[in-house]
T-cell receptor, first 112, second 113 residues
Framework: DQQVKQNSPSLSVQEGRISILNCDYT??????FLWYKKYPAEGPTFLIS???IKDKNEDGRFTVFLNKSAKHLSLHIVPSQPGDSAVYFC???????????WGAGTKLIIKP | DVKVTQSSRYLVKRTGEKVFLECVQD?????MFWYRQDPGLGLRLIYF???????EKGDIPEGYSVSREKKERFSLILESASTNQTSMYLC????????????FGSGTQLSVL
């Protein structure tokens, strides 16, 4: 059973526009919600996180929104830049054991 | 900057061989992890370690073992490689017990023929 789903395997966005990546999860026992970014031939790198007690966290061009009632997480990138082209993973951090649970990833392509 | 180094970028092995994947981190992190990544799937945790000589099974430990004799080094061992272990293997470390921020190596693409 998948606890986290990223339903869009890929997303193509024009440079300068907003990129919105979505993630749904199936239970409520999570302490933190994270986004990681991965370039080809590199390991994932931490991008941004949000605590379960908040509904928004912003860091420069990146904003993460958490809707606990809908069990939905989204990452907004604005404005999108060519360097944002990467695979983005939605990651859940359960308070019980801190073993991260990873989504399958969404490949974001920023078109010039 | 934290650096996590995996010994090989690409590895080709034959079925039945014993395979060692090595990982070294240089930031004195307590926690180290081995994941595998397969197309269409998220990262799946194989084993992790919170201290020297300590190991815990992750979600998919079958067919694997690990060794952590020194704090900076965490080895993944495939006792008898099989074709279904062909995958990208990623090592990570973290300092924070909540493991919010993992630092990853570049990965080892293992092909078992």
């Amino acid at each position: 059973d998948q606890q986290v789903k990223q339903n869009s395997p890929s997303l193509s966005v024009q440079e300068g526009r907003i990129s919105i990546l979505n993630c749904d999860y199936t239970n409520s026992m999570f302490d933190y919600f994270l986004w990681y970014k991965k370039y080809p031939a590199e390991g994932p790198t931490f991008l941004i996180s949000i605590s379960s007690i908040k509904d928004k966290n912003e860091d420069g061009r990146f904003t993460v929104f958490l809707n606990k009632s809908a069990k939905h997480l989204s990452l907004h990138i604005v404005p999108s830049q060519p360097g944002d082209s990467a695979v983005y993973f939605c990651v859940l951090n359960p308070a019980s054991n801190y073993q991260l649970i990873w989504g399958a990833g969404t490949k974001l392509i920023i078109k010039p | 900057d934290v650096k996590v180094t995996q010994s090989s970028r690409y590895l080709v092995k034959r079925t039945g061989e014993k395979v060692f994947l090595e990982c070294v981190q240089d930031m004195d992190h307590e926690n180290m992890f081995w994941y595998r990544q397969d197309p269409g799937l998220g990262l799946r945790l194989i084993y992790f370690s919170y201290d020297v000589k300590m190991k815990e099974k992750g979600d998919i430990p079958e067919g694997y073992s690990v060794s952590r004799e020194k704090k900076e080094r965490f080895s993944l061992i495939l006792e008898s490689a099989s074709t279904n272990q062909t995958s990208m293997y990623l090592c990570a470390s973290s300092k924070d017990v909540t493991n919010e921020k993992l630092f990853f190596g570049s990965g080892t693409q293992l092909s078992v023929l």
